[in-house]
């Protein structure tokens, strides 16, 4: 429920937080962090909880998860859990009813097979474009808007005014250093209130502006949904530091876990415990997007998914990643792969 006294802004302002979202959770929308169990969400969980005491918000706060099931680092759900638990933050959890992320992939398998038997040489034409089968690609986004974002959206429904906060930095690529700090939140956003299509960031943060004046004129008619990017301005120091360590001490603990060292590596260590495995990004143990060596760390530490990954890829003929084969990483990753299923 909003409250109608607090449409002041509040005493204490802070700076990093944008006035039209200032104006939403003033308003007393709530409040969803969106985290994945890396660095820049635990970051931004940390700093936004703070933050809610110090402003006073008296819309709900609560952290919120997609779990993607096995393809997920092992560990990544107890993580999240364990950081909620410490500051005090309800943890939602939610979850593709029709199965996880391998199971999405395997049913787009199936239906190509499907098409296969139905028309003969379907198949060996569907492979000619790249963005054809089954996998997920850069253009073809569909296990984070289906897997992430729809099943997010499904629990944020129950608010009538909500902002999810989303960790991601316009350091980590170009296309979002595009990225506007927040706009309408448009799937789950009442018709009247949807931004125009084809907007750029400025123009997505002038919109929501407007629409969170337009929706208290109606009087609080329909849903508004913001998304905030809280840590998109935050350069990798901040997170780490943030997180009450740095760059170079994660490079020593990398240099103690290659050794050996694994208990000196990750003791006290705050973040997921991939990092120092030697992970540049925590995304899916294998992303179809991750770097060769972060496919070959997750394939290392994640054995019995990228052996189910592989036979995927032979069974159908398409690899995981163009060109790329999960079937055919180095010899010296195969033979820790083989002893891992040993243990």
Same mark, same amino acid.
């Given at each position: 429920?909003?409250?109608?006294?607090? !449409?002041?802004?509040?005493?204490?302002?802070?700076?990093?937080?944008?006035?039209?979202? *200032?104006?939403? !959770?003033?308003?007393?929308?709530?409040?969803?962090?969106?985290?994945?169990?890396? @660095?820049?969400?635990?970051?931004?969980?940390?700093?936004?909880?703070?933050?809610?005491?110090?402003?006073?918000?008296?819309?709900?706060?609560?952290? &919120?998860?997609?779990? !993607?099931?096995? &393809?997920?680092?092992?560990?990544?759900?107890?993580?999240? *859990?364990?950081?909620?638990?410490?500051?005090?933050?309800?943890?939602?959890?939610?979850?593709?009813? @029709?199965?996880?992320?391998?199971?999405?992939?395997?049913?787009?398998? *199936?239906?190509?097979?499907? *098409?296969?038997?139905?028309?003969?040489?379907?198949?060996?034409?569907?492979?000619?474009?790249?963005?054809?089968?089954?996998?997920?690609?850069?253009?073809?986004?569909?296990?984070?808007?289906?897997?992430?974002?729809?099943?997010?959206?499904?629990?944020?429904?129950?608010?009538?005014?909500?902002?999810?906060?989303?960790? &991601?930095?316009?350091?980590?690529?170009?296309?979002?250093?595009? @990225?506007?700090?927040?706009?309408?939140?448009?799937?789950?956003?009442?018709?009247?209130?949807?931004?125009?299509?084809?907007?750029?960031?400025?123009?997505?943060?002038?919109?929501?502006?407007?629409?969170?004046?337009?929706?208290?004129?109606?009087?609080?008619?329909?849903?508004?949904?913001?998304?905030?990017?809280?840590?998109?301005?935050?350069?990798?120091?901040?997170?780490?530091?943030?997180?009450?360590?740095?760059?170079?001490?994660?490079?020593?603990?990398?240099?103690?876990?290659?050794?050996?060292?694994?208990?000196?590596?990750?003791?006290?260590?705050?973040?997921?415990?991939?990092?120092?495995?030697?992970?540049?990004?925590?995304?899916?143990?294998?992303?179809?997007?991750?770097?060769?060596?972060?496919?070959?760390?997750?394939? @290392?530490?994640?054995?019995?998914?990228? &052996?189910?990954?592989?036979?995927?890829?032979?069974?159908?003929?398409?690899?995981?990643?163009?060109?790329?084969?999960?079937?055919?990483?180095?010899?010296?990753?195969?033979?820790?792969?083989?002893?891992?299923?040993?243990?």
């Amino acid at each position: 429920h909003l409250s109608l006294v607090s !449409l002041t802004a509040p005493t204490q302002s802070d700076a990093s937080v944008p006035a039209a979202v *200032q104006q939403a !959770l003033g308003l007393g929308a709530a409040m969803a962090v969106s985290v994945s169990g890396g @660095k820049d969400s635990d970051a931004m969980l940390r700093h936004l909880t703070a933050l809610h005491q110090s402003q006073g918000w008296t819309g709900q706060l609560f952290a &919120i998860t997609a779990d !993607l099931g096995r &393809i997920e680092w092992p560990g990544t759900l107890e993580h999240i *859990q364990s950081i909620c638990a410490k500051l005090g933050v309800t943890l939602v959890t939610v979850r593709r009813q @029709k199965g996880s992320m391998i199971d999405r992939w395997d049913e787009r398998r *199936q239906v190509l097979i499907s *098409q296969q038997e139905a028309e003969e040489g379907a198949i060996a034409r569907c492979k000619e474009d790249s963005n054809s089968d089954f996998w997920s690609s850069s253009t073809a986004r569909y296990c984070t808007k289906e897997m992430k974002t729809a099943e997010v959206d499904r629990y944020l429904r129950r608010f009538n005014a909500v902002v999810c906060a989303v960790g &991601i930095r316009a350091e980590e690529s170009s296309s979002r250093a595009k @990225k506007p700090h927040f706009q309408v939140r448009n799937d789950i956003t009442t018709t009247a209130l949807k931004a125009s299509k084809g907007l750029n960031a400025e123009q997505h943060e002038e919109w929501a502006t407007t629409a969170i004046a337009r929706w208290i004129e109606s009087n609080f008619k329909g849903r508004l949904a913001l998304t905030w990017n809280a840590v998109l301005d935050w350069p990798i120091e901040k997170v780490w530091e943030s997180l009450g360590t740095s760059v170079e001490a994660l490079e020593q603990r990398r240099t103690l876990y290659q050794s050996g060292s694994l208990t000196a590596a990750l003791r006290g260590w705050p973040a997921h415990w991939a990092y120092v495995s030697g992970n540049s990004r925590l995304s899916c143990s294998m992303c179809v997007l991750a770097s060769a060596y972060d496919i070959q760390n997750g394939a @290392k530490h994640n054995a019995r998914t990228w &052996i189910e990954l592989a036979l995927m890829e032979k069974q159908s003929g398409w690899s995981f990643q163009q060109g790329k084969w999960l079937s055919t990483l180095d010899i010296e990753v195969s033979k820790q792969i083989q002893a891992s299923e040993r243990l």
